[in-house]
């Protein structure tokens, strides 16, 4: 079974300033996708940034980015020059290369402070 | 354009009675999915299907059943509400299974049984 643990359950930052969300997870997949969403007050879910476990090198999207450490099993996304807009629950998501269902984390609630 | 449209967005159903939470979506993608999102969790998935005519449970099937006739169209049906089925329930779908493949999620439907 595949676990995902997000162990901060809110977080705050000052806007501009850099914050990292932690998440790490539980597989015995060697080929898989690790997932960012973002869930604004509106509830829609929306995806920020994916990574590909056989790629080493770490995904990016703007101001968004992750440190990915397959051994470890730790995905964290670092957000840099924070938005008020950036305010929102965060949440990790797992899916197996052949699978087709998320494992989501419990969330991390990310406030931007002005 | 469209995307994933959910039907009713809240809804308030009394213990024992039964209802469909709605789904469509425009972008001819063969996958869609059913979640349901309960508070301070991330999402589970309820069922699936992966083209018309063909549906299969995920990870919390139970008390719930699904149709697939037509490629836009997912309705969730609830049998015999119960409290625990108080939750959001998030429709989304795909172009494919893979992880490449981004989920398009709509906007949520918030259902409370009492």
């Known amino acids: 079974a595949q676990t995902v643990t997000q162990s901060q359950p809110e977080m705050s930052v000052q806007e501009a300033e850099t914050v990292t969300l932690s998440c790490t997870y539980d597989?015995?997949?060697?080929?898989?996708?690790l997932f960012w969403y973002k869930q604004p007050p509106s509830r829609q879910m929306i995806l920020v940034i994916r990574?590909?476990?056989?790629?080493?090198q770490n995904a990016t999207e703007n101001r968004f980015s992750v440190n990915f450490q397959k051994a470890a099993k730790s995905f964290s996304l670092k957000i840099s020059d924070s938005q008020l807009g950036d305010t929102a629950m965060y949440f990790c998501a797992f899916m197996k290369r052949t699978g087709n269902q998320f494992y989501f984390g419990t969330g991390t609630s990310l406030t931007v402070i002005p | 354009n469209a995307g994933v449209t959910q039907t009713p967005k809240f809804h308030i159903l009394k213990i024992g009675q039964s209802m469909t939470l709605q789904c469509t979506q425009d972008?001819?993608?063969?996958?869609m999915y059913w979640y349901r999102q309960d508070p301070g969790m991330g999402l589970k998935l309820i069922y699936y299907s992966v083209g018309a005519g063909i549906t299969d449970k995920g990870e919390v099937p139970n008390g719930y059943n699904v149709s697939r006739s037509t490629t836009e169209d997912f309705p969730l049906r609830l049998e015999l509400a119960a409290p625990s089925q108080t939750s959001v329930y998030f429709c989304?779908?795909?172009?494919?299974?893979?992880?490449?493949?981004?989920?398009?999620f709509g906007d949520g439907t918030r259902l409370s049984i009492l």
């Open positions: 597989t015995s997949e060697n080929n898989y996708y």
């Open positions: 989304a779908s795909s172009y494919s299974v893979q992880g490449n493949q981004p989920q398009h």
């Open positions: 990574q590909e476990a056989y790629k080493q």
């Open positions: 972008m001819n993608h063969n996958y």
